[in-house]
């Protein structure tokens, strides 16, 4: 694969921190651009000092002057939390934000792929979802800022793809886990092992039955970096398609983590989806991917994750006592890891519903 001066907006973010990581070991040069409004500086910092990466505080909402010959836009909140503390910013990021990165990508002529996601699909009436389902989503509710945010995003990608021939993908990307999210998260994953840690009451929304299929990052990672590289311009979906319920979920976390938490019922969320798998043959047909770790073990890897990032907050449940916190694999040229508490380990204890 030939070296690319790539450009990962919301880079500081979960996933974004991870991509960036993964392209430097590819051996391309990156910039992060971020606002910081949910990721943080330290997501980098085991490849920080890298030669090949900048950082660059921005926001998508701004003209952008980058170069770049591969663009992927990440920005944007994830979390129902997040994304609902200012419903107007997230339509902004998703919408304007959105034209501004396709602007630029016509200015370099970059390809530029969307992480879009699971949620254009909404409450859905057909299981699993296939790329041709158009879905069931509230345009007017709590979550319509984000859901049809994000349906805007692949529309706008669409128009500039059919009027200015730019060269897209757009990631249909379904519930990812893994080291990096923020412990604040309001995530059904972050928001278990948090709370399994701390032995407090793992809160299920509703009775538990709803199901989420979970994607462990690297695996996630993989699909957009083959999908980028791919001749694929329409969507594609990436996710696991291994299917849970909440409470299996519940039940695997307070295993893994040894916990002494009971499990909570409180009332379910508005929109909250009943079911949410991907089918995922398009992305298995034409890009050869298959997510490969299985539940328990990126669980078993992000708890530990977690664990070390609590233990600066409280004493550690297992193990010896820790000041250092694994922020992620070193890189060759990286400076060592910082001892700093990860965005989010401060305050954690935020939840909304099971996204
Ligand atoms: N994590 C998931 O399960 C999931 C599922 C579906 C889709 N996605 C999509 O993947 C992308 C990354 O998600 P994530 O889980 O890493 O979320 P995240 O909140 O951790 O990361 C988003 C990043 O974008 C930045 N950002 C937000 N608005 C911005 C703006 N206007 N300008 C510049 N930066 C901005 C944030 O500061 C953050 O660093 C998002 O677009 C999200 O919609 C994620």
Redesign the pocket.
């Given at each position: 694969m030939s070296k690319s001066r790539i450009l990962v907006?919301?880079?500081?973010?979960?996933?974004?921190s991870n991509l960036c990581r993964r392209l430097l070991e590819d051996g391309h040069t990156v910039t992060s651009?971020?606002?910081?409004?949910?990721?943080s500086a330290q997501n980098h910092l085991d490849y920080l000092k890298h030669p090949n990466f900048t950082v660059i505080e921005?926001?998508?909402?701004e003209p952008l002057e980058e170069e770049a010959d591969l663009i992927f836009n990440?920005?944007?909140?994830?979390?129902p939390p997040?994304y609902q503390a200012s419903p107007i910013k997230t339509l902004?990021?998703s919408v304007g934000?959105v034209m501004n990165v396709l602007d630029l990508a016509v200015r370099n002529r970059a390809r530029i792929l969307q992480?879009?996601?699971?949620?254009v699909y909404g409450d859905p009436l057909v299981h699993p979802q296939p790329e041709s389902y158009f879905g069931n989503v509230n345009p007017f509710g709590e979550r319509s800022c984000?859901d049809e945010g994000?349906r805007c995003g692949e529309a706008l990608f669409y128009a500039y793809n059919s009027e200015m021939g730019v060269d897209i993908r757009i990631a249909r990307?379904?519930?990812?886990?893994g080291p990096g999210m923020?412990a604040d998260d309001g995530?059904v994953v972050s928001n278990f092992i948090v709370q399994a840690l701390k032995n407090e009451p793992i809160t299920i929304y509703g009775d538990g039955s709803q199901t989420r299929s979970f994607c462990y990052v690297d695996d996630l990672v993989d699909g957009l970096v083959k999908l980028m590289h791919s001749s694929i311009d329409r969507p594609v979906n990436l996710g696991n398609p291994v299917e849970f319920t909440v409470r299996q979920l519940a039940d695997l976390v307070i295993e893994l983590t040894g916990s002494r938490s009971k499990i909570e019922s409180r009332p379910l969320p508005s929109d909250d989806p009943k079911l949410r798998r991907p089918d995922i043959s398009l992305a298995e047909r034409e890009l050869n991917w298959h997510p490969g770790v299985a539940l328990a073990e990126g669980l078993t890897r992000t708890i530990a994750y977690f664990d070390e990032g609590l233990s600066r907050t409280r004493p550690r449940l297992r193990g010896r006592q820790s000041n250092s916190i694994a922020v992620g694999r070193s890189l060759p040229h990286a400076e060592p890891i910082v001892l700093t508490l990860p965005n989010g380990f401060a305050k954690a204890g935020l939840s909304n519903g099971h996204a």
């Open positions: 907006t919301g880079g500081a973010g979960f996933i974004g651009l971020d606002n910081f409004q949910t990721g921005g926001d998508i909402f990440l920005a944007c909140p994830a979390s997040h902004q990021t934000g992480a879009s996601t699971s949620e984000y994000k990307i379904f519930n990812t886990y923020r995530r």
